[in-house]
């Protein structure tokens, strides 16, 4: 007789329902010509056999066995977890809410590995001490650090606050960047409104708004800021 061997094959589905198409990982074959049950099988793979989807959700591992003209197909359901959300709670002054845990526009963004970042921009501090945590899912019972991470700020005026905590070891940093005023005089206008005063970073480049307030004195033609 031949030596017994076949080739396996899988797929990832969403569904229970037999796919219509295969990837061949690999294949087994014994080292008897007669398997009698006890018989060794030799694996061997074709390669990287890693198909775990990244996106979460229900799936389906499928393979096959297939003997010649004769398959076998079999599947395991698995899931994939949506990922956790880190949201930063603390001082309302800094975050818009008091200790609001459920607070969804101060869910922090994964930039890069294990670590999250939250900036709150263009935020308005008088001098003094902050405190936060970070809470995993919304959920009290799972927020770090015990004792709340506190940070202060030496001088009154607006700041861009960025957090950033590491998921690994639950560590916590806080930024504060000053931010300086650009304001706009109407310099004795007699109609109109001057531009919203800006706040900007020291260094930034800046385009000068526009009269978009329709600025106007008598006797006189707007023609730009100086």
Not at 33 to 49: E, L, S, V
Not at 68 to 84: G, M, Q, R, V
Request: hydrophobic share 25%; aromatic share 14%; with cysteine.
């Amino acid at each position: 007789g031949e030596k017994l061997s076949a080739t396996l094959s899988y797929a990832v589905t969403t569904n229970t329902n037999t796919p219509s198409s295969w990837t061949n990982f690999g294949s087994v074959s014994s080292n008897h010509t007669n398997y009698n049950g006890n018989n060794a099988f030799y694996y061997k793979n074709d390669g990287n056999t890693d198909v775990t989807p990244t996106t979460p959700g229900t799936y389906y591992l499928h393979i096959k066995i297939a003997f010649n003209s004769t398959s076998k197909t079999s599947y395991a359901k698995f899931t994939i977890p949506e990922p956790p959300t880190y949201t930063v709670a603390g001082s309302e002054a800094v975050l818009g809410s008091n200790w609001n845990q459920s607070a969804t526009n101060n869910d922090m963004t994964l930039s890069s590995g294990t670590t999250y970042t939250l900036t709150k921009h263009n935020v308005y501090l008088t001098n003094g001490n902050y405190e936060c945590k970070v809470v995993q899912d919304h959920d009290w019972n799972k927020a770090w650090p015990n004792n709340n991470y506190s940070f202060s700020v030496q001088t009154t005026g607006h700041y861009d606050v960025t957090f950033t905590f590491n998921s690994s070891n639950k560590s916590i940093e806080v930024t504060t960047t000053r931010l300086y005023a650009l304001t706009y005089d109407g310099n004795g206008s007699t109609s109109g409104s001057v531009p919203t005063t800006e706040y900007h970073k020291s260094g930034t480049n800046i385009t000068v708004a526009n009269n978009s307030g329709n600025l106007a004195k008598s006797g006189y033609t707007f023609e730009c800021w100086n």
